[in-house]
């Protein structure tokens, strides 16, 4: 970049829930830019193939499969990072899943699956990592949140519940680690067409009341969030930490309500 300000150009970048959707953009654009990547997940196919079809010239990205509501994978994770590049510049934490409900459908074991992986897998992860950065005195933590923490969607309460708890852990963080030179921020996307709601979105209703609700007119990419996410990892950000930043076409800007303005 002729710009250093905003270079990752040589950072060594962990990306959790890297290979596809969301994390799947962000890997691409920081490799793209000259970041050693390194992307995981729970299903190893899936991980190499998105890692062999992002990397960019002799800058393979790397994989590693990790379920992040394991200790002992995530243990494993950031060891093998460590060992294999010596550092861990920037660390983001995107794995996630969800399940559509209404609130008293919920099995214990559906709102473990999600909180595990939501939020504990997400602290566990940020807490070794954070380990390593303190240690070096450096270090960026960028947590994915949700539009849910701004107002929480129908159906969808226990994710809805770990991302208000991502947004308390992202500011928590923040405010331990700061003098430790470790910044910790969010990233807070509106409704971004991927592979898994890409059928969901296809729905006319669903087009049209997601077009209505958003100032900008139209469904995100997972492309909209990459400049975010290289300003958070960047120097750019150097006096920013404890802020979720809503990348959501301005749909927490406000109410659209259904009248016409003269």
Request: hydrophobic letters at 40%.
């Amino acid at each position: 970049m002729s710009d250093r300000l905003f270079s990752v150009s040589d950072q060594v970048v962990l990306v959790s829930g890297g290979s596809r959707g969301i994390g799947r953009a962000v890997s691409a654009a920081f490799a793209s830019r000259g970041a050693q990547v390194i992307i995981t997940g729970r299903h190893k196919a899936t991980l190499e193939e998105t890692a062999s079809e992002i990397s960019v010239g002799d800058r393979t990205v790397q994989s590693i499969v990790c379920d992040v509501a394991k200790a002992g994978d995530i243990r494993a994770l950031v060891g093998a990072v460590v060992r294999d590049h010596g550092r861990i510049d920037t660390l983001l934490n995107v794995a996630g899943v969800n399940k559509r409900k209404r609130a008293e459908s919920y099995s214990p074991e559906e709102y473990d699956f999600i909180l595990d992986i939501n939020l504990k897998g997400a602290f566990l992860l940020a807490q070794e990592v954070g380990r390593h950065m303190i240690a070096r005195g450096k270090g960026a933590q960028i947590n994915i949140d949700s539009l849910n923490t701004y107002a929480p969607l129908r159906g969808v309460l226990p994710y809805a519940m770990s991302k208000a708890g991502l947004s308390m852990m992202t500011r928590g963080l923040a405010m331990e680690w700061g003098g430790h030179g470790v910044r910790v921020n969010g990233l807070a996307p509106g409704f971004i067409l991927t592979d898994l709601n890409r059928q969901l979105w296809s729905e006319p209703k669903m087009q049209e009341w997601g077009h209505a609700n958003t100032p900008l007119g139209r469904i995100g990419e997972g492309d909209d969030l990459v400049g975010t996410a290289i300003f958070l990892a960047s120097e750019a950000s150097a006096f920013m930490t404890g802020q979720t930043l809503y990348v959501d076409g301005g749909i927490s800007a406000g109410l659209c309500w259904p009248i016409d303005l003269e």
